[in-house]
């Protein structure tokens, strides 16, 4: 099954997105959470619950930290998924209390020449190449 043959319309609940960089799916395997969303949720450590395909991965969101973002856990989800580099995800937050915070997840493949992803990711820094 392709990882976009999954995907449903948002509702109205606050949602964010990003495309996966390497640092998210790959050791150190980081998710960090963008202000948007950080805002609406926890200051302090809850279980998360992350729903792919009636899927349920846990983990914690550290909302007390400086880098608020989910705890090493997310490598299992990350690693389940087949994640790549430039993979797009979105996060609708179905549920958010000082006990729990829910996530519905759709995940779209992201097929990125790897020319790009190396500029992205910082890991080619060459001068393009002039003709004359």
């Known amino acids: 099954m392709r990882k976009d043959e999954g995907l449903f319309y948002l509702s109205d609940k606050p949602y964010f997105h990003c495309i996966l960089s390497k640092s998210q799916v790959k050791p ?3 998710m960090a959470l963008p202000s948007k969303v950080r805002s ?56 958010c209390s ?8 759709q995940i779209l493949s992201g097929d990125i020449p ?6 992205i990711d910082g890991e080619s820094l060459e001068a393009p190449i002039l003709i004359e």
């Open 40 to 95: 609406i949720l926890p200051s302090n450590v809850v279980p998360v619950v992350l729903t792919y395909q009636n899927k349920n991965w846990n983990m914690l969101y550290y909302g007390d930290r400086a880098l608020k973002r989910f705890d090493p856990s997310w490598r299992n989800f990350a690693m389940d998924n087949n994640l790549r580099t430039g993979d797009g995800i979105i996060f609708e937050l179905v549920e």
């Open 114 to 119: 790897s020319d790009f992803l190396k500029r």
């Open 98 to 105: 000082a006990k729990i915070v829910k996530f519905r997840v």
């Open 28 to 30: 150190k395997y980081q």
